[in-house]
Every structure is written in structure tokens, then in C-alpha cells.
Antibody, heavy 120, light 107 residues
């Protein structure tokens, strides 16, 4: 069945960088848009970034624009989130998720989540 | 950006109750609205998409309605497994914003 398995995450100092990875299996990865969503401790869900099925169209939340870069490698069925200039407020559990279709749609498959802690 | 506001923020109910959660958009989201259920320490789970379409495998006691700026999620008869936090999300325009969540608690 469709599955997303995340890796990366950890503790990083303010101003540092981190890369999250998300491995897709059980579906044709390059048929779907994919996103990153985060959840700060005790808070709600925040949509972070989206990349289209072909990888050429990207969108970001204002809170991460210019600091985070979403990318995908369809040959490897992989999604990435490069996070630079990290701030304390970026501390959260990060989820990757796939859209139901190539076009804008709800998120029907989610990764297990990975924790990012930004602290000195 | 489209702001999504859920009400109530917390809802206390009993097994067997019918409950409704409302999600209001600051501008039209068309029918591009999804509902998710999240339990502590777990990833969200899709319940409803296109405002009223039931995701495969989701019990039929869950239903969604609405369009434009007002949407509702209804659980017809609460089961013990339904006590969780519920989020709406619009995917009409970027950024795809979520509501702040509604925590459904046992009365």
C-alpha cells in the first residue's frame, strides 16, 4: 500500500541547517503533488511547502519562504525539505504527505513525522 | 491568504451523541475543503475531501457539507475511537491553510 517513510530531523542550533527526507513507496510517485506540514509542540497543523508532481512548481508558507527549499527526485521516489537559517519557532514535528491527485487536492497519505528541535 | 476558523475549539460529548464542527473561511474556498482526524502522537488521517466526499475506509457516520465560506463536519453517533482533534484545510489557493483544530473530548 502507499507509504511515506521519513528520515532526518534532530537538534540544531539557531541559524543552522537540516535536511529532511521522505521516501515514497506503493504508488507512482511522479503522479502526485507532495507537501510538508509541521506541528509545533502543543499546536495545530501548519502547511509549509508544496511541490508539483513534475517538480517544477513550488509554493511556500510566508513563515519559511527564502529559508526552506522543497525538492523531489522522481527517479528515486524521494521528497526533501532543506531547512536553512533555522529559528526557534521552526521547532516542530514535520510531516510529508501526498495529495490525492496531481492537481490540488486533500492529503491522503502521511509520513510518520520527524522532530526538528532548534535550540542552543 | 485564506484564514480558516473552526468552532468550537473544544467540544465535550458522549458516546452516541451527534456532533457538528464548523469551519469558516475568510474568503471563498469553493468546495476545496478537507477534514482530518488526528490522535496524540500520530499523523493526521484524511476523513473528507471536496467538502463532502468520504475517504475510502472512513466510517459512514462521518459526513461533510458546505461550500464557499462555511463548512461542517458531522459525526452522526460518536464512538469511543472518535475522541480526537479535528482539522479543516482549504486547498483552493496557496498557502493551503488549516483551521486551528477542534478537540473532541469525552463528557
Amino acid at each position: 500500500q502507499a507509504q511515506l517513510v521519513q528520515s532526518g530531523g534532530g537538534v540544531v542550533q539557531p541559524g543552522g541547517s537540516l535536511r529532511l527526507s521522505c521516501a515514497a513507496s506503493g504508488f507512482t510517485f511522479d503522479n502526485y503533488g507532495v507537501v510538508w506540514v509541521r506541528q509545533a509542540p502543543g499546536k495545530g497543523l501548519e502547511w509549509v511547502a508544496h511541490v508539483s508532481f513534475h517538480g517544477t512548481t513550488k509554493h511556500y508558507a510566508d513563515s519559511v519562504k527564502g529559508r526552506f527549499t522543497i525538492s523531489r527526485d522522481n527517479s528515486k521516489n524521494m521528497l526533501y525539505l532543506q531547512m536553512d537559517s533555522l529559528r526557534a519557532e521552526d521547532t516542530a514535528v514535520y510531516y510529508c504527505a501526498k495529495q490525492r491527485t496531481a492537481r490540488p487536492n486533500a492529503l491522503d497519505v502521511w509520513g510518520q513525522g520527524t522532530t526538528v528541535t532548534v535550540s542552543s | 491568504d485564506i484564514q480558516m476558523t473552526q468552532s468550537p475549539s473544544t467540544l465535550s460529548a458522549s458516546v452516541g451523541d451527534r456532533v457538528t464542527i464548523t469551519c469558516r473561511a475568510s474568503q471563498s474556498a469553493g468546495a476545496s475543503l478537507a477534514w482530518y482526524q488526528q490522535k496524540p502522537g500520530k499523523a493526521p488521517n484524511l476523513l473528507i475531501y471536496w467538502a463532502s466526499s468520504l475517504e475510502s475506509g472512513v466510517p459512514s457516520r462521518f459526513s461533510g457539507s458546505g461550500s464557499g465560506t462555511e463548512f461542517t463536519l458531522t459525526i452522526s453517533s460518536l464512538q469511543p475511537d472518535d475522541f480526537a482533534t479535528y482539522y479543516c484545510q482549504q486547498y483552493y489557493t496557496y498557502p493551503y491553510t488549516f483551521g486551528q483544530g477542534t478537540k473532541l473530548e469525552i463528557k
